[in-house]
């Protein structure tokens, strides 16, 4: 059944079908919408599974639009990175299920838009999810900005004024990313007369136009780094991940930045495969950008009151770790990067589910207006504790094989300041989410009135709970997802014939 | 003779299920006191039921899982993890039942009693950790678990001193991390099974990194100076916390890292052929008389108890740093000999403070009439520290001495014999205090701790004269560590 073609297609398409149609379907009770979001998905979700258990049966796989062979009509690739479906998926299914309580207590937010906050998360899940599975650079572009766009609008959803400014400014930064990528793209397409990946690393390796081969390859980096929010074109980030509604910061900080890595390995492969140009430069930018954007994104993160504020800068450093591990491209260090891409995807979302359900709950989000919180919602801050330890990288959590495997990395390049620099940065991640939990289980409340509240809604605990427990026991089968991308990896660090 | 038996994950394992159960049902009091000694009674069970095996030479081994392809969670009851897990087990009977006592009447004793809980499950197993990635994962869990229990009182003063436990210990983490990884590059291994898994055609740049790095982040739990501060700050806990900080869990698992990297990861070969442990030898003998000075001018009594822990673990330090056979035993039996002292030492003080509200050595006048059994203990525990014949104590410096006259570091039996007079200094004048000097006026009625308190402490302050007087016969700790030394050493 796994092996059905068409399944790739209903992945894709069934989240963009069902955004396009919630407001129809919820025109006379808007109270469908969350339950035929949440239809969309699961359909989504089965194809997924179908999909990635195929990959892992049979390797990579492609899927031929109406049948047009390569170069001619498009062509959606599945391969190993592409599994990360799985994990959209999931944290889109969980996101849905979450918003259904959670969007009563945005205030600002008018009812009537309920429909259409489900239609921008759903097209937002399927924008990544094409992204993910596309073979065909035009495409990357135009999943880039439907997704692009509905996050833009995500973060303005709440209508509150701050929202709209942080909306502004995302939408600004990625504007311009997605111009650069387009660009690009271009630049490609001029240089081999073909917008299939695979064709374009052939055509690539035989071409001599290094000089504007290798302004593409600047300007696809520049714009998928403002994607992945590195340092120092974060500057969009903090502000819009902390003031989108909760479900949404779990998907933009779990999932959208990733696909901004997702793109970054997409565009490394055509490079590394096609040979072209020396990469040992573009190796040490990346190397380097990651150890500040770990560093600085931790430093800043340490200032912090405002939970929201604190999980998104530390989402700055978490990409660092990947970026890290990209560049220092070992064997050990790209696999402890691409699944750093899953499994921090796994933790920030609790991060966020949890800390939504706080002020949910409570109508506070700083540190000092939450103390105390711990004994009246216990659940809600073991989740959060649960998500600090794993973040900080404490085995046996999901946080630690990406440390264990890009340190590793780094001694294995000869660049051993890279894995101190790693080891040790995670030590001031430690600081601030210390600070968090100290506050929730060990200092006395200044809102006494926290004491008499509940427990969150079980709708809103069922995500945050079940992520966490993924956080445990993704650490102790860490070994599943690395013996999965470990021929990914090696795939992309070999050039074409070599 | 390796078996493949589950009981060196089951010591732990059972008692991670107990905390669990602590945690789930731990507000009835009954219950809560029901799992709290089941999980401490369990697991010495468990633990108790291999020594036979052990000392025939049985190593008991269990692979759990894999995280990943190399690395995972493995589990090996050798001699020398044998010792250190009934060592702790034993103690953590005792403590358990001294903590029940003590904690009467405080606060959040759920989270309390839980934590401490899973403290007796991690050190057992970091002392069954298999590989170096194992023990780097219970060491880290230590951390977090006693993170609540330093700061259990929750005043600003807590909190500050949980912060610095933290910033130091979790920094010494990262540094066993840093170096956890360089030895997997270099050898692709983490095993802890054999007399060293280094080898010399690594580069002695690379292996001094190791080494350096190993030893830092395991010097900050055992509170090598200058990598002491945490220590004598984090006094604030509650007393058994104290004990368990002091005496069994965190400080000796620092010492126990530091075994197992000479012994485990590099081996006594190769360090003997780097030299690389002199400067360690040096630090820890500078850091027994350091703590020793320091001690003498501390007025609260569990300050002054925490810097005579840290003038004690260096003993280990410079033991298993010497490289010789005696000074291994001594560095290994020491182990059980400052635990046990220390613990007794520490009963005493929770005890006084809990019976009288006193927590200042200069207050202690004449406490020994008021509470003879107690301050008996802490005599006897006092004399075991400055080494007299027949306490457990001794038989610790006896081995240094020799292992000093063995590698040629006679600068070491200064060492010891300063140390000693130092221990007299600082713990004599409390006994002296307690019985001989009585302020007038005072009435001789004797109010002693209560049961649950003083009982513990007897047993303490009776295993430091068994295990001074005892040492030779078979089954005593001693022959456990003369195994774990025949196997570092090849004999």
């Known amino acids: 059944m796994y092996d059905w073609p068409h399944w790739i297609i209903v992945a894709v398409f069934s989240p963009l079908l069902g955004a396009v149609l919630t407001p129809v379907v919820s025109l006379r009770d808007r109270r469908v919408a969350p339950w ?31 049948g047009w062979e390569r170069p001619y009509g498009i062509e959606l690739r599945f391969d190993e990175f592409s599994a990360s479906v799985a994990i959209i998926c999931l944290i889109g299914w969980l996101a849905l299920l979450y918003s259904w309580r959670y969007t009563e207590c945005m205030h600002d937010m008018p009812k009537a838009r309920i429909p259409y906050y489900y239609t921008l998360v759903l097209l ?20 880039l900005e439907i997704l692009s766009l509905s996050g833009y609008a995500l973060v303005a959803i709440s209508g509150e004024h701050i929202a709209e400014m942080a909306a502004f400014k995302y939408l600004l930064m990625g504007a311009i990313s997605s111009l650069l990528v387009l660009f690009a793209i271009a630049i490609l397409f001029s240089i081999t007369g073909s917008l299939n990946m695979a064709d374009v690393t052939v055509i690539l390796s035989k071409t001599t136009y290094t000089t504007p081969a290798a302004l593409a390859l600047a300007m696809l980096a520049i714009g998928f780094m403002v994607k992945a929010a590195l340092f120092p074109v974060h500057i969009w980030l903090p502000d819009a991940h902390s003031i989108a509604p909760s479900p949404v910061s779990a998907i933009l900080s779990g999932l959208v930045v990733k696909v901004g890595i997702i793109g970054m390995v997409r565009v490394y492969s055509i490079y590394n495969g096609a040979n072209l140009l020396d990469l040992h430069v573009f190796n040490q930018v990346l190397v380097w950008l990651g150890a500040l954007s770990i560093v600085m994104g931790a430093f800043f993160a340490i200032f912090q009151d405002d939970i929201k504020l604190m999980l998104a800068y530390s989402t700055i450093s978490n990409i660092g770790y990947i970026v890290m591990g990209l560049g220092l491209s070992t064997n050990f260090s790209v696999i402890g990067g691409t699944v750093h891409v899953f499994n921090h995807a796994l933790i920030k979302a609790t991060l966020f589910f949890a800390a939504g359900a706080l002020i949910y709950r409570t109508g506070f989000r700083t540190l000092t207006d939450l103390r105390g919180v711990g004994r009246v919602m216990p659940l809600t801050c073991i989740a959060i504790s649960i998500g600090a330890i794993s ?22 390049a000869g660049q051993p300041f890279f894995g101190f ?23 006395e409340p200044t809102r006494p009135e926290i004491l008499e509240l509940s427990e969150a809604p079980a709708s ?26 470990e021929p990914a990896a090696a795939r992309l660090l070999t050039p074409l014939g070599g | 003779m390796e078996v493949y038996d589950i009981r060196p994950m089951l010591a732990p394992a059972i008692s991670f299920a107990c905390s669990g159960m602590v945690f789930l049902f731990g507000s009835n009091k009954y219950w809560r006191r029901f799992w709290m000694l089941s999980a401490s009674v369990l697991k010495l069970i468990v633990v108790l039921s291999m020594l036979p095996g052990s000392l025939r030479g049985v190593v008991y081994v269990f692979h759990l899982i894999d995280f990943t392809p190399g690395i995972g969670l493995g589990f090996r009851a050798d001699a020398l993890g044998m010792f250190f897990a009934a060592v702790s087990s034993t103690l953590w009977v005792i403590t358990t039942v001294y903590a029940i006592g003590y904690m009467r009447g405080e606060e959040h004793l759920v989270r309390f009693f839980g934590f401490f809980a899973l403290c007796v499950s ?19 869990m230590l951390t977090i678990c006693t993170y609540p229990l330093v700061i259990h009182d929750e005043t600003p003063e807590a909190l500050k001193a949980g912060r610095k436990y933290l910033i130091y210990t979790l920094i010494g983490g990262a540094f066993i991390l840093v170096g956890s990884v360089i030895v997997f590059n270099a050898t692709g291994t983490l095993d ?36 002491h501060g945490w220590l004598p700050t984090a006094m604030v806990a509650p007393t058994p916390v104290s004990a368990l900080l002091h005496a069994v869990a965190v400080v000796k698992a620092g010492a126990f890292g530091l075994l197992r990297t000479v012994y485990n990861v590099f081996g006594v070969e190769l360090l003997s052929e780097l030299g690389y442990t002199k400067p360690l030898m040096w ?67 929770g005890s006084i403070q809990r019976t009288t509200g006193k927590t200042n050595v200069h207050e202690l006048a004449g406490i020994g009439y008021r509470m003879p059994w107690t301050m008996g203990a802490f005599t006897v525990a006092a004399l075991s520290f400055i080494g007299v014949p027949l306490f457990a104590g001794f038989i610790t410096k006896w081995y240094i001495s020799l292992g000093a006259l063995e590698s040629g570091d006679y600068w070491v039996l200064a060492v010891m014999i300063a140390s000693s007079m130092l221990n007299a200094a600082y713990f004599l004048p409390i006994v002296y205090l307690a019985f001989f000097k009585v302020p007038p006026g005072t009435k001789m009625r004797v109010t002693e701790a209560s049961p649950t308190l003083l009982v513990p402490t007897l047993i303490c302050a009776a295993y430091v004269i068994v295990l001074g007087t005892t040492a030779e016969v078979p089954g005593m700790p001693f022959s456990l560590a003369q195994a774990a030394v025949h196997f570092v050493f090849g004999m």
């Open chain 1, 391 to 412: 973040i900080v990288g404490i085995p046996p959590t999901a946080g630690f094989l990406c440390k264990w495997y890009i340190a590793l990395g780094a001694f294995e």
């Open chain 1, 36 to 66: 035929w979001a949440l239809g969309a998905m699961t359909v989504s979700s089965f194809a997924a599974s179908m999909l990635v258990i195929r990959v892992a049966k049979e390797g990579p796989f492609s899927y031929l639009p109406g």
């Open chain 2, 192 to 227: 802890l099974g054999s007399p060293g898994i280094l080898s010399a055609d690594i580069g002695t740049q690379t292996l001094a990194l190791i080494f350096g790095l190993l030893i830092t982040g395991f010097s900050v739990k055992c509170a090598i100076m200058p990598l």
């Open chain 1, 124 to 143: 937002n899940l399927g924008g990544m999810m094409g992204l993910v599975v596309t073979g065909d650079l035009f495409n990357v572009f135009v999943f």
């Open chain 1, 421 to 443: 620099a790693l080891i040790f940065g995670a030590l001031f991640i430690f600081i601030y989410y210390i600070r968090m939990v100290n506050a929730f289980y060990f200092q």
């Open chain 2, 283 to 349: 630090f820890a003998g500078f850091t027994i008389i350091a703590a020793s000075l320091i001690a003498i001018f501390q007025d609260n009594l569990k300050r002054r108890l925490a810097f005579s822990t840290i003038s004690q673990l260096s003993y280990i330090a410079i033991g298993a740093a010497m490289l010789t056979p005696f000074s291994a035993t001594a560095a290994i039996v020491h182990i059980a000999n400052q635990a046990f002292a220390k613990i007794t030492m520490f009963f005493v003080a």
């Open chain 1, 460 to 485: 809103m605990l069922f995500p945050t709970l079940l992520l966490a427990a993924l956080c445990l026991v993704m650490g102790i089968l860490g070994r599943i997802p690395l013996t999965f991308i």
């Open chain 2, 122 to 140: 991690t050190t057992v197993g970091i002392a069954f950790a298999a590989d170096l990635l194992t023990f780097f994962l219970f060491y880290e």
